[in-house]
C-alpha cells in the first residue's frame, strides 16, 4: 500500500464511523463529518486545508464524551466556494455560521479552530457572541504574518514528475508546516497534497492584518492559546507574538508544545490532545 493509500487508509476509517452532512454554500453545500455524541465541539482547518488537518485528535475529542463536527470550510475539501466569489476569511463565516445554526438547532458550541480557520472562527465568534461557549486557537495570526502564505514556497502545479510533486509537498510541509524531518512522513506528505492540490481559496490577505486581533478584542468568551514552540511563522517574533496574546481582553489560557512546528496538533499529538482537553475542562 502506498503512502496516499495509507493517507486515505486512516480518512477512510474516520469517515466510516461519521455522519456526513452539507448545509447550503454558494451554489453548492459546505460539507461536515460530525462523530459522537455529548457537548459539541467544532473543528475548523487551517489554509489550504480540510477536516483532515484533524485527523490525529477527532478520536480523543470523541474518547472524551464530546460530539465532534468538523466542517471543510469554503473552497476547501469537498466544500463549494463562498457565495459572491470571496476568496478570504470573511467570506467563510456565513456559510458557516449558517450550518452551525441547522446543525445545532440554536444551541452553542466550543471552537477548535486553526491558522487560518482561527482567523475564521474569531470573526465568527465576534459576529455571534452567543454561539461560542469557548474559543482555542491553534497557531492563530493573532500577530499579522508578513506573507500570506507564510513563507516563500515551492512552486508544484505545473510538475509533470509524480515524484518532483511529491518532493515539492514535502519541502512545502516543511518550510512552513512541520519542524522536524522526521515528522514529514510519507503519509502527512500525501495528506498535504491531497488537501492543497483541492484548494480554491487562494486569495487569503486578511492573515497580513490584524483582523484577528482586533476580532478577538470584540469576543465574549474565554479564549485560549495552543502554539507549537518551532512554529516557522513566529520563530523571529515569538516575544511580540506572546505579548499580544496575552493581551487578548478575555484570555483563559496559553499552551506551548515545545517540540512542535505551526501543524502542532498533527506532530504532536498526544500533546496537543492533552492540552486541548485540559483547555476543554476549564
Not at 457537548?39 to 477527532?58: K, M, Y
Not at 474518547?63 to 466542517?71: K, S
Not at 510533486?165 to 514535502?170: K, L, N
Not at 481582553?249 to 486541548?276: S, Y
Request: with cysteine; net charge neutral.
Amino acid at each position: 500500500m502506498d503512502a496516499v493509500q495509507d493517507a486515505r487508509s486512516a480518512v477512510d476509517q474516520l469517515l466510516s464511523q461519521a455522519r456526513q452532512v452539507a448545509t447550503p454554500c454558494g451554489t453548492g453545500g459546505l460539507a461536515w463529518r460530525v462523530w459522537g455524541s455529548g457537548a459539541p465541539v467544532v473543528l475548523l482547518h487551517g489554509g489550504s486545508g480540510s477536516w483532515t488537518h484533524w485527523v490525529r485528535n477527532i478520536p480523543a475529542l470523541v474518547n472524551a464524551g464530546r460530539q465532534v463536527l468538523a466542517v471543510d470550510l469554503p473552497g476547501c475539501g469537498d466544500s463549494a466556494e463562498p457565495p459572491g466569489g470571496g476568496q478570504d476569511a470573511d467570506a467563510a463565516v456565513v456559510p458557516v455560521l449558517d450550518g452551525l445554526s441547522v446543525l445545532l438547532q440554536g444551541g452553542s458550541c466550543d471552537l477548535v479552530a486553526f491558522s487560518f480557520g482561527s482567523l475564521v472562527g474569531s470573526l465568527l465568534a465576534a459576529c455571534d457572541p452567543g454561539l461560542v461557549d469557548r474559543l482555542v486557537v491553534v497557531g492563530g495570526p493573532v500577530l499579522p504574518l508578513t506573507n500570506p502564505r507564510g513563507a516563500a514556497l515551492v512552486a508544484w502545479r505545473n510538475l509533470p514528475d509524480p515524484s518532483a510533486r511529491v518532493e515539492a509537498h514535502r519541502a512545502n510541509l516543511l518550510s512552513v508546516m512541520l519542524s522536524r524531518q522526521e515528522s514529514a512522513t510519507a503519509d502527512a506528505v500525501a495528506l498535504h497534497a491531497i488537501n492543497v492540490e483541492r484548494d480554491r481559496m487562494r486569495r487569503r490577505r486578511l492573515v497580513t492584518t490584524d483582523a484577528m486581533r482586533r476580532a478577538l478584542h470584540r469576543v465574549h468568551c474565554p479564549v485560549s492559546a495552543i502554539y507549537g514552540r518551532q512554529d516557522a511563522l513566529y520563530q523571529d517574533r515569538w516575544p511580540e507574538l506572546m505579548k499580544a496574546v496575552r493581551e487578548l481582553p478575555t484570555l483563559a489560557r496559553i499552551a506551548v508544545i515545545e517540540d512542535a512546528g505551526h501543524w502542532v496538533q498533527f506532530e504532536a499529538p498526544d500533546e496537543f490532545n492533552a492540552a486541548l482537553a485540559d483547555v476543554l475542562r476549564r
